[in-house]
């Protein structure tokens, strides 16, 4: 069953099916003893590869690259991926888009955002005419062969987003995501709009939409939940805190103990990245 089929199963399996951002090869590490998904966040993947915020200076190939390293380590999981506008020109996205299949993502989220793009839960956010998105979207979509499609607005006026929502629903895309939708009406409203294509609903701590469980977004017929950033934000205050101790400690390091992680755990997680440890997974 290759990897796209699979995510479909999830995806139309019942309740909603969770996908947790990574931002590096260590956080996927974690996260893979928790969760069957992930969801490679370009606000993770900037900060953590560049050093930058999410503003558009994710390079394609670089993407590509840790897809590739993230699937050799974790041969199940489900890999979906944000690969913002496609990089700007729809033949771009088409590359991309085809280049991540041949190593096995399961799914992409193409947005309707133009430069200079913005993380979906801030202001400032712009987006193209819908029809050069839709232009684009499907090029994307006749370029892929099974990879999972999550066709992406970015709007924030009323009756925009539910134009667009229709309008992405119409199309071949696997699944609609409004991002930073701000309300469980909303949300409903969206719902009712798309009829029976997949929802997808995106939550990052600090950001527009509202805090939801699994079983809340499951009884509004959400689908999918992408998680962009608990690894990320974990990551910041738990270095910030540990550094902080070092110093007020003089530079003596804590003492290890069942609740600490030392050299002998950090191994252990990382020898299950092996590729020679590793069941045979089809493609």
């Known amino acids: 069953m290759s990897h796209p089929h699979r995510l479909r199963q999830a995806i139309d399996a019942d309740g909603t099916t969770p996908l947790i951002g990574v931002f590096d090869m260590f956080s996927a590490s974690v996260a893979a003893r928790h969760y069957d998904g992930m969801f490679v966040s370009g606000f993770g993947f900037a900060a953590s590869h560049y050093g930058l915020p999410d503003i558009g200076f994710i390079a394609w190939p670089d993407i590509i690259a840790f897809v590739q390293r993230l699937r050799l380590s974790f041969p199940r999981q489900h890999l979906l991926v944000d690969i ?6 729809p033949e771009t996205a088409c590359h991309v888009v085809q280049s991540l ?20 839960h801030v202001d400032g956010k712009q987006v193209l005419p819908l029809e050069e998105y839709l232009e684009k979207l499907d090029m994307v979509l006749a370029a892929r062969r099974e990879l999972v499609v999550v066709a992406r607005t970015d709007a924030t006026e009323e009756d925009e987003i539910l134009r667009r929502a229709k309008a992405l629903a119409a199309t071949d895309a696997d699944v609609v995501l409004v991002d930073g939708v701000r309300s469980v009406e909303r949300i409903r409203t969206v719902r009712r709009v798309i009829g029976d294509k997949p929802l997808l609903f995106n939550q990052i701590a600090g ?7 699994l079983s809340e977004l499951s009884d509004l017929g959400v689908d999918v939940a992408i998680y962009s950033t608990p690894c990320l934000f974990a990551a910041q205050t738990a270095i910030d805190q540990a550094l902080s101790k070092l110093k007020e400690a003089d530079g003596r390091l ?9 050299v ?17 997974v089809p493609a």
Do not use: F, M, W
């Open 101 to 120: 299949e041949a190593i096995g993502a399961s799914g992409v989220i193409l947005e309707d955002q133009k430069r200079p793009r913005r993380c979906g």
């Open 264 to 280: 002998a755990e950090c191994l252990a997680l990382l020898e299950k990245n092996i590729s020679r440890h590793h069941e045979h």
């Open 207 to 213: 950001g527009t939409s509202p805090r939801l469980s």
């Open 84 to 89: 913002d506008d496609g990089y700007v020109d």
């Open 254 to 262: 804590p003492r290890t103990g069942p609740d600490t992680v030392g």
